[in-house]
């Protein structure tokens, strides 16, 4: 199967937030919960005053370190590369944010699950665009579904065989993306030492896991 | 629970209707998805040419704004202080029975008496609607919100070329050699068109980008002249200057197809590249290299900004443009132009007008009349069908207002404005109705209505035919919905002829007029081939008396202008949109947007609060010779020193503090040039809150 892929583009971004909303309307995603955010970086004096942007969302790792981390199952890496969460398993522990490298996962209070980009999976199982490519209006954002970028792009993530590469208008970390591109190096042991450490809060994780179910079940 | 969750997986969804963006000009056709007679999410019509299928975020906050828990349902009347929920039907009989009876009672004297603040109609049928059921009526007040947006680039436009709209469309810019986006940031006020942009510089076209502030725009040109705000038309006359005197004009052009040359020379005269200088803050040498550029130049187009119309001395600004046009032989042919941001307003619709709008009535006074109007009491009825904040001096307004026996809102959501009323009328929100819009690439697009108005929401253009019917009993033609309406227009309208419903319901990028034949693909380009003006003599007309000279005038209230007062106020006001929210209204009550918002700010550069002991964040004061609000302080290397900018959206009312603030417009002193009114250019100063 061919691997999926998205390029940013960051000589088109006019930081207009579509891709934003586009992407919190499709994926169910309430107010103040961003699942790509667009950031920005200034550089030079007035009058060269030069503003430069950055949209971002979870980089679908090739080998995806939350994945490692999940103890609930919830999250899994599909043969495409999309990092795929199941919202019905999440516990919303919080592993997985403390072992991404790139700090994407997040805690809906709302929701009481982790929330991060699916990658609109809902929609590219169907053979269309991802929104928050379907909504950029300047291109920025171009979905590649058999993951080749143009021959001549220099894209941050592209060796690592990132799923969201990003052609830049400046430095990594003028954008807080680390550089290099982190690995993952989240090891079995370390989960376990994780989950030791945690041991006292095994009665909040059922409460969770119980009251996700059962908000789960309300949406049904 | 299915695996996963969202809306476009054919089971989420029961059907996806053709409609279209009601905010902006660039009339974003859409493709809304609808479950269970619910709009659940909003797509951009992948088939339309101008925008490929993008949308911005304004576009997609409908969703949550037609589905808001704050709208507005069903019609209310005050009954002291309290609301009282009336129906549809008791509420048109209250409002029809008003007015004829203001007809009873000033039987000779009722024409100025009942008023509408009209709002960029959310169909053109609406706009038809209204027009016709108070001007049949004898009641020819109806104040455009043009009056306060671009009055002044139509006006000048259609006196000097006879056409208030742009006079090439947006495929010329790949045509073209040189693009001036003169105070034009279309990165944040019409998204979709950087793609177009982007796509001409590929080709090789050079952008000059002219705004005091650095924007997203600014990546997307390969220049940018930073001019002290409101001082283009002084530019501008410097560079007509030169090209005059250094012979870098087509004369020959000049002598067969412009009206007023000599009188522009004479006017011109004084704008040496040092006076230009001296007014503008750049360097003689930007301006004579600008002039240079232009003259070599072989096609050019000048997009204007909303901006230089809302200056007092821009009416002879954007006529500076047309002469700068005029003079290197830029109005007519492929590549050439002047493009605005305005809706592409049909032309040739005078044989409806004379037909059901009553020509012969006397023509409109606008809005500083109905003003006067209200102040004096003599306003018994005004339909508030839009923001009173739009108006400079917005207290005053709100003053008047209250001066007005009956006031009727339509509008979505209980605001500033359904404060002031007596009734409310909600209305319905765009996936709602059906209609005809038309945009700023003379384009008409349909929309089809995509779920049923909730409550007893009416459409515009269902309110206004049926107040017609009422008050026009023996005349309002019988028209029952949007299809008839629009036949009406396009029977009436040779511009338009063209334009059937059956194609223009299959077509996602919609048909330009003029489309004067069944059939005609529909005209992009100029609207003026082999340089055939629509003025009385076919030339541009650079010599109206009535305007006076084309010069520059410091703008009212300017700190470098004459006034003592204007001293206390050192620094530069300047206002404008952010990409999130339409004008200052109802993106206000979008939690969606209110992500990307925080109340009044104001944008300045870290040398002009050098002495004042600011730092990034603080709380500041912005003054006006009227009043102050308070904000938090942005400092910015990416504007000119000296200038203050703050965004136009904020307001109250909102549940949502990130979108509330004080409205702009109530700081803003109430100027008025010849047509329309000032937002920037005056004195305002900054003290620490």
Not at chain 2, 30 to 50: A, E, I, M, S
Request: charged letters at 20%.
């Amino acid at each position: 199967m061919s691997e999926r892929l998205i390029l940013f583009d960051g000589k088109k971004c006019i930081r207009c937030h579509s891709c934003e909303v586009g992407c919190q309307l499709e994926n169910d995603a309430p107010p103040g919960v961003l699942l790509r955010g667009v950031r920005s970086h200034i550089k030079g004096r007035f009058p060269d005053g030069d503003e430069r942007f950055i949209s971002t969302a979870c980089f679908h790792c090739d080998d995806p370190a939350c994945v490692s981390s999940c103890p609930a199952g919830a999250l899994s890496r599909r043969a495409d590369g999309v990092v795929e969460h199941r919202r019905e398993r999440c516990i919303g522990c919080g592993y997985c944010i403390q072992s991404c490298p790139f700090h994407v996962p997040q805690v809906s209070p709302a929701q009481h699950t982790m929330r991060k980009c699916s990658f609109c999976v809902q929609r590219i199982d169907y053979g269309k665009e991802p929104a928050c490519v379907a909504k950029c209006p300047t291109g920025s954002l171009t979905y590649y579904p058999a993951g080749k970028i143009p021959e001549g792009i220099t894209a941050y993530g592209k060796a690592e065989r990132l799923h969201m590469v990003y052609a830049l208008q400046g430095k990594p970390e003028e954008f807080r993306l680390p550089d290099p591109v982190p690995l993952n190096t989240v090891t079995g042991q370390q989960v376990w030492k994780w989950l030791g450490g945690l041991a006292p809060g095994v009665f909040i994780l059922a409460w969770l896991w119980k009251r996700a179910v059962s908000e789960e079940e309300t949406h049904e | 629970m299915g695996q996963v969750q969202g809306a476009s997986s054919p089971n989420r969804i029961d059907r996806e209707v053709m409609s279209c963006c009601q905010f902006c000009q660039v009339r974003c056709t859409t493709l809304v998805q609808v479950k269970d007679d619910k709009v659940v999410n909003v797509y951009g019509n992948p088939g339309n040419t101008w925008t490929k299928g993008g949308m911005c975020p304004k576009g997609q906050s409908l969703v949550e704004l037609a589905n808001s828990p704050h709208r507005l349902l069903y019609p209310l009347k005050r009954e002291g202080d309290v609301w009282k929920r009336i129906s549809y039907a008791e509420a048109l009989d209250i409002v029809a029975n008003r007015i004829l009876k203001v007809k009873e009672e000033f039987p000779d004297d009722y024409a100025r008496r009942v008023a509408l603040f009209a709002p960029l109609w959310e169909s053109h049928e609406s706009e038809i609607a209204a027009q016709m059921a108070l001007r049949m009526a004898g009641f020819p007040e109806i104040c455009s919100s043009g009056d306060t947006c671009i009055g002044n680039s139509a006006t000048a436009l259609r006196i000097c070329l006879g056409s208030a709209v742009s006079s090439t469309t947006l495929n010329e810019v790949l045509n073209t050699q040189t693009l001036v986006l003169w105070g034009a940031n279309i990165a944040e006020t019409y998204p979709p068109y950087i793609r177009w942009i982007d796509s001409a510089r590929e080709k090789g076209v050079k952008v000059i980008y002219v705004d005091p502030r650095r924007t997203p725009t600014s990546n997307h040109s390969d220049t940018q002249i930073m001019a002290r705000p409101g001082t283009d038309g002084a530019l501008i006359l410097g560079l007509i200057r030169f090209l005059i005197h250094e012979n870098l004009y087509d004369r020959d052009y000049v002598a067969r197809h412009v009206n007023g040359s000599k009188e522009l020379a004479a006017s011109a005269e004084p704008y040496t590249p040092e006076a230009v200088s001296k007014i503008t803050w750049l360097s003689p040498e930007t301006v004579t290299d600008l002039a240079k550029t232009l003259a070599r130049s072989k096609r050019t187009v000048v997009w204007m900004g909303g901006s230089l119309s809302r200056f007092t001395n821009a009416i002879q600004t954007v006529r500076a443009v047309v002469a700068l046009q005029a003079l290197t032989a830029n109005l007519s042919g492929p590549g050439k132009g002047i493009m605005n941001m305005q809706g592409g307003k049909p032309g040739g619709l005078e044989m409806l007008e004379e037909k059901y709008s009553a020509k012969d009535l006397a023509a409109a006074l606008g809005y500083r009349k109905v003003l006067y109007g209200m102040d004096q009491k003599r306003v018994k009825i005004l339909l508030l069908n839009s923001s009173y904040r739009r108006y400079p001096d917005a207290n005053r307004v709100k003053k008047g207002i209250s001066n007005v026996d009956f006031v009727v809102y339509r509008g979505f959501f209980m605001d500033e404005e359904a404060q002031l009323a007596h009734l409310i009328i909600p209305g319905t929100m765009v996936f709602e109705s059906s209609g005809s819009q038309y945009g700023a690439q003379r384009q008409v697009v349909w929309r089809n209505k995509a779920v049923p108005a909730p409550g007893e929401t009416v459409e515009d253009w269902r309110f206004y035919t049926d107040l017609g019917k009422r008050i026009n009993k023996e005349t309002f033609p019988p028209v029952n919905s949007p299809e008839e309406i629009f036949e009406l227009v396009r029977r009436n309208s040779p511009t338009w002829t063209g334009l059937t419903l059956e194609r223009l319901k299959k077509d996602p990028t919609g048909i330009s007029w003029p489309c004067p034949a069944d059939g005609h693909p529909g005209t992009l380009g100029t609207l003026y081939p082999d340089n055939r003006f629509l003025t009385a003599d076919r030339k541009v007309e650079l010599n109206t008396p009535a305007l006076g000279p084309i010069e520059w005038t410091e703008p009212e209230g300017s700190p470098y202008g004459d006034s003592a007062e204007a001293k206390a106020f050192p620094l530069i006001f300047t206002q404008g949109k952010v990409v999130q929210h339409w004008q200052h209204t109802y993106t206000r009550w979008s939690a969606y947007m209110a992500q990307f918002s925080e109340g009044n700010y104001v944008q300045v550069n870290p040398r002009t609060v050098q002495s004042l002991g600011l730092k990034e964040g603080d709380w500041v004061y912005l003054e006006t010779e009227l009043g102050k609000i308070k904000a938090r302080l942005h400092l910015s290397e990416m504007i000119l020193p000296g200038v203050v900018w703050t965004p136009s959206y904020p307001g109250g009312s909102t549940p949502l503090k990130a979108n509330t603030g004080v409205s702009i417009n109530t700081i803003i002193p109430g100027n008025w040039d010849k047509v329309s009114a000032q937002y920037n250019g005056f004195g305002c100063r900054l003290t620490k809150a």
